[in-house]
């Protein structure tokens, strides 16, 4: 499931400060060229585990990498009616942890 988030509409960094502030905030990077930033997310009642992904594309106007809307979806989906039933509060988590991180960004 795609989250059409403004926060993070165009913000270009280079690989590196994406790196840093990703893997300060519990991220880790795909060997994607270019790369996708993912993080768990666990629901507690559920015990359900989703998987947080910010894709990113090469921007050669601003020489960096421009953030694309994340994704949320259940990790290990077998079945594509799976991401439809996300949790309120799974979204809520996803949309604070985005949110938060853009905040980072624009300011560094």
Do not use: W
């Amino acid at each position: 499931m795609k989250l059409r988030m403004k926060a993070l509409a165009g913000v270009v960094k280079s690989t590196t400060d994406l790196d840093q502030m990703f893997g300060k905030q519990g991220f880790q990077r795909c060997h994607n060229q270019p790369p996708t930033y993912r993080a768990p997310l666990t629901d507690l009642c559920s015990g359900n585990v989703y998987r947080l992904s910010v894709p990113t594309k090469f921007s050669e106007v601003d020489e960096g990498l421009r953030l694309e809307e994340p994704i949320l979806e259940l990790k290990g989906e077998n079945y594509p009616s799976a991401s439809e039933h996300i949790p309120s509060e799974v979204l809520t988590a996803a949309h604070e942890k985005i949110e938060e991180l853009a905040s980072y960004l624009r300011h560094s």
